[in-house]
């Protein structure tokens, strides 16, 4: 591939509701809840190809994507093609601020996290809420595989291969995901807090279907798989 831009564009997305994007729908319905009957505005960045949280949100919302790709596989009304490496992620849709937005598993496909969220808020009210979805790098599991010399899972060492995974079944050779920053949970709360962000609270998610992950979804989002952060923008300005 010749730019990120054309690696993302040809990376397949889930079309799966998986744990974290129902745990991102409950926040969303808590959300919703407490705001009454008003339609609320809802940005999903990094929609992915299937756009699939637009198939869950409440009709009466009014739903709007953005992600690398060109085109989505399931067309939907409001949707903008953005880069956002550098694109202009507030100036695509005219300023407009948006009560709920979504970003799911996108700032580990980011150079500079700092500025994805300083865009994030750029579309934010002092009302908003912000569900980033993000894997853990102190992962049980991983801590076990350094132990052992083999590479962390999350981590890719190569622009088009696993490495260092040894086996097929961790993901030796298969095709990478394009992950750029990998964080420990205590780490994304650090740069939500240097972005003056306010976390409202951190939610574990299980990728596989096995009784630790179970466990730990339960008591510790230091050793899950990943996480869901819960977080405001008291001081983003008021709606237009």
């Not at 550098?86 to 695509?92: E, K, Q, T, Y």
């Not at 979805?133 to 595989?145: E, G, H, Q, V």
Request: aromatic fraction near 8%; include cysteine.
């Amino acid at each position: 591939m010749s730019s990120h831009a054309e690696f993302y564009a040809q990376v397949p997305t889930e079309a799966r509701l998986l744990p974290r994007l129902r745990i991102s729908l409950e926040e969303y319905a808590a959300y919703r809840a407490q705001r009454g009957s008003r339609p609320l505005e809802i940005l999903d960045v990094g929609c992915g190809e299937h756009a699939l949280l637009g198939q869950h949100v409440d009709p009466a919302d009014h739903y709007h994507g953005t992600d690398v790709k060109p085109e989505l596989r399931r067309p939907i009304e409001h949707y903008r093609q953005v880069n956002l490496e550098d694109g202009d992620l507030p100036g695509a849709w005219d300023g407009k601020r948006f009560d709920v937005v979504f970003c799911g598993e996108v700032i580990e496909h980011v150079w500079s996290p700092d500025r994805l969220l300083r865009q994030l808020a750029a579309c934010m009210h002092a009302d908003s809420l912000l569900l980033l979805t993000t894997p853990n790098l102190a992962y049980w599991i991983n801590r076990l595989l350094l132990i052992a010399g083999v590479s962390p899972l999350f981590i890719e060492n190569s622009a088009e291969v696993q490495l260092g995974r040894r086996l097929p079944a961790l993901g030796q050779d298969r095709t990478t995901q394009g992950h750029i920053r990998v964080f420990t949970t205590r780490a994304l709360q650090e740069l939500l807090a240097r972005e003056r962000f306010e976390l409202v609270r951190t939610r574990p998610y299980t990728v596989w279907n096995i009784p630790p992950d179970k466990l730990v979804a339960r008591f510790s989002p230091n050793l899950a798989p990943g996480n869901v952060f819960v977080a405001r923008k008291p001081d983003a300005p008021p709606a237009g």
